[in-house]
Structure formats: structure tokens, C-alpha cells
């Protein structure tokens, strides 16, 4: 299958289109959370964030889908901004149930230029996807939360990983149905709009400490469910978890490579290190 080709359009779109999960976040088995639990979710301080971020990514890549003259391609990407949307509902609920300290925050103008910002928001979620992966199974791993939460999550992560892999796949089909297809012009390309994402995310974080009083998260309350935690356990488990995800899917469709590829250099720069040079190196 030629990346680009009609075939490989209609692949990716399928697979997409045909494992979409129907469900009602109202009516998921959510847990009773005793009071120690219901504490520590009340300690995560970015559900608010989170929040944020889903109802925007509902609004843009919904109105991008409308932009779109393949109806294939329309109908995914306008099921993934209804995905989005539900991602939003679903938190919403949670926030709700759990009385968690989260308020919807209305959201900015996207801007006359859907395409970039569908872009933009695409690469985005490759490094928030890639991240969370480790986040995810560290918290679960620990038992941060009870069980219950992290099945309702791992759907959530689920639709996250076909998210991503669509949109590369999108991305590298419609760069070569304008003639740049060539893997040199794709990688520049990638390497502009990770530059730019990576920029957001550090302002986003420097945003999220000012917003804190200057209190660091990962230095006050992490260590209830970052017990163990090292700067390269992290990335092992981002760049496991990510694999193992990605194993799902089919072999002849594209998968994000950028961050995968940094971990394994990061690691193996890790391994030449003393053990104790790492474990000095906690986030
Ligand atoms: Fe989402
Ligand atoms: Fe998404």
C-alpha cells in the first residue's frame, strides 16, 4: 500500500470509523470512592485543564471536519471531534460526581486558519498521548485511584491512541495528495509543528505553576502515587506503554515515531549512566 494512495485513505479512515466504541459517560460504572481516595483526586490540580482541553479539541476538530471535501475523511475526523467532545462529557461528569474543583472556562476563538489549527492540536496530542501513556500506568500501577476509575480512563487512552495514529496518517496522506510526499519534506515538516507543540506545552506548564502560587505538583503531591518515581522510569514506561498500544493496529498504517524515537536515545544515554547518577535525576 503507497502512503497517500486512495488505498491507504481508505484504510486509515475505516479503521478508524469502524472501531468507534458507543457509550453514554453518564451511565458508566462509575466508582464509590471512599474518603482517602476522593482526597487525592481532589489533590490532581489539572482536571480543570483537562477540561479545557477536551472542550476545545471538540470545537476545533469539529468544525475542521466541516472544512473537508472527502466525505470518508470528513466522516472520521468528524467522529473523533464527537470522541472529543464526549472525552469533555465524560470529565464533566466526573468532576460533577466527585465534587473535584474544576469550572469550565469559556474557550478562546480558534482562529480563520481550521487546517493549522487541526494541525497544531494533532501534534499536540502525539506528545500529551505519549506522555500520558506513562502517567497512566504509573498512577495505575500504584493505585492512586481505585480500579474502577482507570477502566473508564483506559477507554479514554484507547481513543487517544486511534486519535493519534488517524492523524499521522492523515497528515502524510493529504501532504502527498498535494505532492509532498517525499520522507525528507515529511520529517521537516514534523519537526516544525513538534517545535511549535513542544512550546505550547512548556507554556502551558510554566501557566499551570503560576497558577499553583509558584507550588510545584510533581514536588508537593506526586510522591503519593510517584513513589519510585525516576526521571527514566518514566520514559520507560511512556516508550512501553506506547508500544504496547500501538501493537494493536495494523502493521501497514503509520504510527507517531517523533517521541518514541527520542525515548530510545534517551534511554540508552540513561543506561551509560551509574545507576545512582539516574535516580539522583527525579522530576
Ligand atoms: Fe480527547
Ligand atoms: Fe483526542
Excluded at 458508566?28 to 479545557?52: C, G, I, K, N, Y
Aim: hydrophobic residues 45%.
Amino acid at each position: 500500500m503507497r502512503i497517500g494512495s486512495a488505498e491507504h485513505k481508505e484504510r486509515f479512515c475505516r479503521q478508524f470509523i469502524d472501531t468507534h466504541q458507543r457509550f453514554d459517560p453518564e451511565t458508566l460504572p462509575w466508582p464509590v470512592l471512599d474518603d482517602a481516595s476522593l482526597e487525592r483526586m481532589r489533590t490532581v490540580p489539572f482536571w480543570q485543564e483537562v477540561l479545557h482541553t477536551e472542550r476545545r479539541a471538540g470545537a476545533i476538530v469539529r468544525a475542521f471536519a466541516e472544512t473537508i471535501a472527502d466525505p470518508l475523511v470528513r466522516e472520521a475526523v468528524d467522529l473523533q471531534g464527537v470522541e472529543e467532545e464526549r472525552h469533555a462529557q465524560l470529565l464533566s461528569v466526573m468532576i460533577r460526581r466527585y465534587g473535584l474543583a474544576a469550572e469550565e472556562r469559556p474557550l478562546e476563538a480558534i482562529g480563520p486558519d481550521l487546517h493549522t489549527a487541526f494541525t497544531d492540536f494533532g501534534y499536540g496530542e502525539c506528545i500529551d498521548s505519549f506522555l500520558g501513556f506513562g502517567v497512566f500506568k504509573i498512577a495505575r500501577e500504584s493505585a492512586f485511584l481505585p480500579a474502577g476509575l482507570f477502566t473508564i480512563f483506559d477507554t479514554l487512552m484507547l481513543e487517544e491512541t486511534r486519535h493519534i495514529v488517524f492523524f499521522v496518517n492523515w497528515m502524510a496522506w493529504q501532504e502527498a495528495a498535494r505532492g509532498r510526499g517525499a520522507a525528507w519534506w515529511r520529517a521537516l515538516v514534523s519537526a516544525h509543528y513538534y517545535g511549535r507543540a513542544i512550546r505550547r506545552l512548556v507554556g502551558t506548564i510554566r501557566a499551570g505553576q503560576k497558577a499553583n502560587d509558584g507550588k510545584d505538583f510533581s514536588a508537593t503531591q506526586a510522591s503519593v502515587f510517584l513513589d519510585g518515581f525516576t526521571f527514566r522510569r518514566f520514559i520507560e514506561e511512556c516508550y512501553a506503554e506506547n508500544a504496547r498500544r500501538m501493537a494493536d493496529f495494523e502493521t501497514d498504517l503509520l504510527r507517531p515515531r517523533f517521541l518514541p524515537s527520542l525515548a530510545r536515545a534517551a534511554l540508552s544515554g540513561l543506561r551509560l549512566l551509574p545507576a545512582g547518577a539516574t535516580s539522583a535525576a527525579k522530576s
